[in-house]
T-cell receptor
Framework: QKEVEQNSGPLSVPEGAIASLNCTYSDRGSQSFFWYRQYSGKSPELIMSIYSNGDKEDGRFTAQLNKASQYVSLLIRDSQPSDSATYLCARGDYNQGGKLIFGQGTELSVKP | ETGVTQSPTHLIKTRGQQVTLRCSSQSGHNTVSWYQQALGQGPQFIFQYYREEENGRGNFPPRFSGLQFPNYSSELNVNALELDDSALYLC??????????????FGEGSRLTVL
């Protein structure tokens, strides 16, 4: 079982729709979770962090965390073609210094 | 504010050779981490340096080594290159507390091809 698991996609949604990206993790003790966006040929950039159960909203993005189900999601409202990218889910692991454990990423394609 | 810069951006090596990748941290950041990203995969943690000391290491063999300098820049060295070392190598800097919050600032990466 992978530590952080995502559907690799591609996930295709029409412009203006809600894109829903999902992630599960295996370490029940995990406390911090992150969503990074990576455009093709570019480096990852942080778009959301979430630490508590429930929803966290930032503009068109909403991160959701359910620690009991070991599940994290990212919703993108009013999806735009510029949102087309790979979205990486990660959890923080601070047993040795600090590191992120990433999933394999979900490729999102927003069609005009 | 200067971002994270990496060099070289692309390089090609042959099996058995050695490579050194370089990274300049974002201004004010004292922690640097290195990640390996194979095609179609998420980044995998190699190691982290804080104040010139290794501060955590992932599941990579000893032929992967690193350094952090007093100005917080860093190097990743890989000896005895293997074909599977072909990947994008990402450097990420953060404030110490940033490392604990996952707020990493990535450079554009060095793409290594091993033939």
């Amino acid at each position: 079982q992978k530590e952080v698991e995502q559907n690799s996609g591609p996930l295709s949604v029409p412009e203006g729709a809600i894109a829903s990206l999902n992630c599960t993790y295996s370490d029940r003790g995990s406390q911090s979770f992150f969503w990074y966006r990576q455009y093709s040929g570019k480096s990852p950039e942080l778009i959301m962090s979430i630490y508590s159960n429930g929803d966290k909203e930032d503009g068109r993005f909403t991160a959701q965390l359910n620690k009991a189900s070991q599940y994290v999601s990212l919703l993108i409202r009013d999806s735009q073609p510029s949102d087309s990218a790979t979205y990486l889910c990660a959890r923080g692991d601070y047993n040795q210094g600090g590191k992120l454990i990433f999933g394999q990423g979900t490729e999102l394609s927003v069609k005009p | 504010e200067t971002g994270v810069t990496q060099s070289p951006t692309h390089l090609i090596k042959t099996r058995g050779q050695q490579v050194t990748l370089r990274c300049s941290s974002q201004s004010g950041h004292n922690t640097v981490s290195w990640y390996q990203q194979a095609l179609g995969q998420g980044p995998q943690f190699i190691f982290q340096y804080y104040r010139e000391e290794e501060n955590g290491r992932g599941n990579f063999p000893p032929r992967f080594s690193g350094l952090q300098f007093p100005n917080y820049s860093s190097e990743l060295n890989v000896n005895a290159l293997e074909l599977d070392d072909s990947a994008l190598y990402l450097c990420a800097s953060s404030l110490a507390q940033g490392a604990n919050t996952g707020e990493l600032f990535f450079g554009e990466g060095s793409r290594l091809t091993v033939l």
